[in-house]
Each structure stands twice: as C-alpha cells, then as structure tokens.
C-alpha cells in the first residue's frame, strides 16, 4: 500500500508546484495551498541551470519553459565597454544532452507554466489562503485552514519559502535567514546577444542572460551593510551608479536608468539572505522543502533548480520506502549534500566579491561546484 494518500502542499512556488505534480502523478490526492491570491511571483528573470533544465523535464515542463524562455549554448565574456574577450561554451548536462547548456525566463512566464502544470495534474489549488493550526498524531495531520475549514493529511509539506511559517512548526527555535552583506539588482531590457553575457568592469561585474526571444535580464550584486529598505524611486539611480564604470551594452541600460525610463516592474532590487538547515527536515508527518530549508544567494543560479530537485527526490523517496519516516529521512540525507554545495559556494562566492579576494579562487569555486551539480539526482 502507498505510504501516502493525501498530502498538503503550503507554498505554491516553484519548490511546492513541482512537489504537488510529482505526488500527483503517484496518484496521490494533493491540495495546495497558496498564500497568494494572485499566485504571482515578481516580474524579474531567472536563469536555469543544465541540471535544472533536466529536472524540469522531469516535471515534464521543459518544451513549454524553453518554447516560452531563452536558451543559449556559450557565454561572452566582455570587458567594461563590452568588447568581446572571449567566448565560453557551456557543455550540455549529461542525461540532457539534446536541451541547451543554459536557459532564462521570466519568473511570472514559468509560474505560469507550473501553475498549468499543476492543475492539470489534478492538484486542488487553494489560492489566497494559509493555515491556522495544525496538530499531528501517529495517523496523520489534522490543519484548519484560515477560512475556517479543515481538512486531514497523511503528510503536510511546507514549502512556503525562506520565511517559512511552517518551518517554525518543525524547528522553532531555528534562527532563520542570514543576511549576506549583498543585494541584488535586477532589470528586464532588450535582448542584444545571442549567448549569455558576463561584462567584467574593475570592481563590478554585471551579466545579461536571455529571457524570451527579444528580452533579456541584467543582473548586478552590490556590497550593503544591511537588509534596509530602499525605496524604489531611488533605484533607477542607485544603479545607474553601480554601473557608472561600463561602456557599451550595459552603459545603455545606464542611459535608459538615468532618463528615467527604466524603473519598477522591470526594475528590483532584494536584499540577499540565505541558510542550510541541518538534516532531518521533517517532524513526524510535517517535511520541509526548498527555500524554507536551504534558501541560497543566485552566485550559481541554482537556488531554484535545488527545490525542484527536491521535490523530485521527495516523491522519489515517498514512492519506494517501506514507511513514512524511512522515506522522509532518506529525501534529506539524498539532497542535504547538494543543498548545501550550492549554498555554501554561493556563500563562498559572494564572501569573495565582497572582500576583493582572489578571482582564481572565485573562478575554481564556480566552476567546481558547477561541475558537482552535473552529477546525477
Ligand atoms: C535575487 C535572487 C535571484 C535568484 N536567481 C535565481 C536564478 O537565477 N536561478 C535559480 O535557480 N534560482 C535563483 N534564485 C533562487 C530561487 O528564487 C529560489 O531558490 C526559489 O524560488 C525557491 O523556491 P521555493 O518554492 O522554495 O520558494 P518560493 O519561490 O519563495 O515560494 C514560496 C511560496 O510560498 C508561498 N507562501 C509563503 N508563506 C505561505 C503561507 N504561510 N501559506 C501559504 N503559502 C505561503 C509564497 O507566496 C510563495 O508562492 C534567486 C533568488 C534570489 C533572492
């Protein structure tokens, strides 16, 4: 008999969708519950990784996300004024040979995807809606919902992101996220290349990574002492001064910020925090996923593709064990190593940029942990 029949998802982000899908396709009945009544996440881009490409085609998503997204086989690497100095090709993931080394799209255009995905699975999706209490026991999971309703589960997942509500039931004493001493800018502007782009300026280093056919994603981090809050009528030149140092491509997003044509949605900032949460990631019935348990900084653009893993893991490990606590203590013993690669060379990383530290040691963190993350789930 299956160990599950009816599971709860709390979160619908990328983590929880994923998770949602997989249980579902088991034939196991699942409701998601999703905090949000617009079920929207915000308009930046994401890049996807060859590892991640390959797990979403295991959702089954990835012809929608590459018809919908941007794809590229190689990175320019530029100096400040945008003259090309050398061009790197990315080796497609093994097991996904025949997808694109790297993708990018916008984060609303892959919820979206996911979101259909996840309805046509059958996943009942609750949006605009959160618990209230849960209490556990032996046989199950009783929750009341913030509507007043309740409902029975054999296994709650909590997959409601780095600020985690249902973190606190599993560890409450768990400090919470760490800021990291950088945040990050993000701007959606025309597509100028074919490839992705790095531009390597003396003290910053911005990069620009498709998103569709016509648009593209500038990324920069910027040292802050703190998490303060920046009003975003003082983005646009907040970068723009971040960017002073650069020429060409990136110097005429520089123009647009100053003319002012260049601002929220399609300008954001967020401040960057992260953590790993020792394994086990569960209590009883109650197991936690994606950000809520390993929440990373985007050095390696792989904080997205490490939910997705693992909630494929997750339903893995559900699928096959012979009880419940065997299966959920196998899901973050399986994916607690690769969490926390991504998470500390991120950290590494960003520790790195901050200090003006060795660019070898930068270049062989990146790339060693890149490699790690080709291995097989
Ligand atoms: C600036 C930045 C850039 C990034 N860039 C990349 C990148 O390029 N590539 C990449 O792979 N990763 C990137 N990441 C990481 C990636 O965004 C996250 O790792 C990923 O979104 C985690 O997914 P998740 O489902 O765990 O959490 P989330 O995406 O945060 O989803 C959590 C969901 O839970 C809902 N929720 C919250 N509380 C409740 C509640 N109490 N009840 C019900 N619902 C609730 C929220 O509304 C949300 O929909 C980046 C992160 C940052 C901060």
């Known amino acids: 008999m299956a160990l599950i029949q009816r599971a709860l998802v709390v979160g619908g982000g990328l983590g929880g969708m994923c998770a949602a899908i997989q249980l579902s396709k088991q034939g196991v009945d699942v409701e998601l519950l999703e905090i949000n009544p617009n079920w929207a996440p915000d308009g930046a881009g994401i890049t996807i990784s060859g590892p991640t490409l390959r797990a979403l085609r295991q959702i089954g998503v990835v012809d929608e996300v590459l018809r919908d997204g941007g794809s590229w086989r190689a990175m320019d690497i530029c100096d400040a004024n945008g003259d090309l100095t050398c061009t790197v090709p990315i080796t497609a993931t093994p097991g996904a040979e025949d997808l694109p080394g790297a993708a990018g799209i916008l984060r609303p255009v892959l919820a979206e ?211 419940l606590e065997a299966a959920l203590t196998a899901y973050s013993m399986r994916h607690f190593e690769r969490a926390s690669l991504v998470v500390h060379a991120s950290g590494r990383l960003g520790q790195i940029e901050q200090n003006g530290g060795s660019q070898q040691e930068h270049a062989q963190v990146m790339v060693s942990a890149l490699e790690a993350l080709r291995a097989p789930i």
Not at 118 to 125: C, D, E, F, L, P
Not at 206 to 219: D, K, Q, T
Not at 261 to 272: E, F, I
Request: glycine fraction near 10%.
């Open 113 to 323: 995807i996911l979101s259909r995905a996840t309805r046509q699975a059958g996943v009942r999706v609750r949006l605009g809606q959160t618990f209230q209490e849960v209490r556990q026991d032996e046989d199950g999971v009783d929750v009341t919902f913030n509507d007043g309703s309740r409902g029975r589960f054999d296994l709650v997942i909590g997959a409601d992101g780095v600020n985690s509500a249902v973190r606190k039931l599993v560890l409450p004493n768990f400090a919470g996220p760490q800021f990291t001493g950088q945040g990050s800018w993000r701007a959606v502007v025309p597509r100028q290349r074919e490839n992705g782009a790095m531009f390597m300026g003396r003290t910053t280093k911005a990069g620009m990574n498709p998103i569709s056919e016509n648009e593209c994603y500038l990324f920069v981090l910027d040292k802050r002492a703190d998490m303060d809050f920046i009003p975003e009528e003082q983005w646009p030149a907040m970068l723009a001064e971040l960017l002073e140092e650069f020429g060409g491509d990136v110097g005429d997003i520089r123009k647009s910020l100053l003319e002012g044509s260049l601002r929220n949605p399609r300008l954001l900032y967020r401040p960057l925090a992260g953590h790993i949460v020792d394994a086990p990631w569960h209590k009883g019935r109650i197991v936690l996923l994606g950000d809520a348990v390993h929440a990373t900084t985007p050095h390696l653009a792989s904080g997205a593709g490490i939910a997705i893993e693992g909630a494929i893991v997750l339903a893995e490990e559900l699928s096959h064990r012979h009880s």
